[in-house]
């Protein structure tokens, strides 16, 4: 399918949809709004090689005039009228820099697509944040720890099942207040494995640390022994 050809009621030259003219006053105020960091596009989707017609914000170097996108060239030719729209996807430029985009076609009143807008979010300064933030904040793992064979210095058998608990909460991906009950039944689990609930008033600890009732802990108990007979 041509693009060009895909509203034959849109002539080259003709006026703006009026749709589109409405939304065209928004653009500049609604990337304003949303900050620095995002780029908010209108194409008019009946010209190919000229479809940009406002940019507000410059996140990609693209200016009013422009062509559309690949992604929006191919997604027209592969659903026509019923392409769906896309929130947050990731997107990659040539420099390197990653963006969430987002994209929403804009339909006449007979539903057939005149227009999108796509929103664009750069969000690389975030991603090297939160990966240096990851690497300021990770541990070391000591290789008696990686193999399960260092001594405890406790000077009792409370001790030593209260550290091995803590190390196993400290280790867990989330903390208590996200986990759902899988997450507290794998800790459970693995904590059966080190033997901890032989130890007298484990359970009671144990409940306490995960924050549900000792009967909870009993029924999770319950469930992986069952699994391992």
Request: negative net charge; glycine residues 8%.
């Amino acid at each position: 399918m041509e693009l060009e050809n895909f509203w034959p009621e849109n002539a080259e030259g003709e006026e703006l949809h009026p749709y589109l003219r409405a939304i065209r006053q928004m653009v500049e105020g609604l990337a304003h709004v949303l900050g620095s960091r995002y780029e908010v596009i209108l194409y008019d989707l009946s010209h190919a090689e000229t479809s940009v017609v406002a940019i507000g914000g410059n996140v990609t170097n693209r200016e009013a005039g422009g062509p559309v996108t690949n992604y929006l060239l191919q997604t027209l030719r592969q659903y026509g009228d019923d392409a769906p729209d896309c929130f947050n996807c990731r997107s990659e430029l040539p420099d390197g820099r990653i963006l969430r985009s987002s994209v929403m076609f804009v339909r006449d009143g007979k539903g057939h697509i005149i227009g999108g807008i796509c929103i664009n979010q750069d969000l690389t300064d975030f991603i090297v944040a939160a990966k240096l933030a990851q690497e300021m904040t990770s541990f070391e793992v000591p290789a008696a720890a990686e193999n399960e064979t260092g001594e405890s210095s406790a000077h009792d058998i409370n001790e030593v099942m209260e550290s091995i608990v803590k190390a196993e909460l400290e280790a867990a991906s989330k903390p208590v207040s996200y986990m759902q009950k899988e997450d507290k039944l794998a800790i459970v689990e693995r904590l059966e494995e080190k033997g901890i609930f032989d130890v007298k008033g484990s359970v009671e600890h144990v409940a306490e640390r995960l924050g549900v009732t000792n009967f909870t802990v009993y029924n999770y108990l319950k469930e992986v022994r069952g699994t391992k007979q």
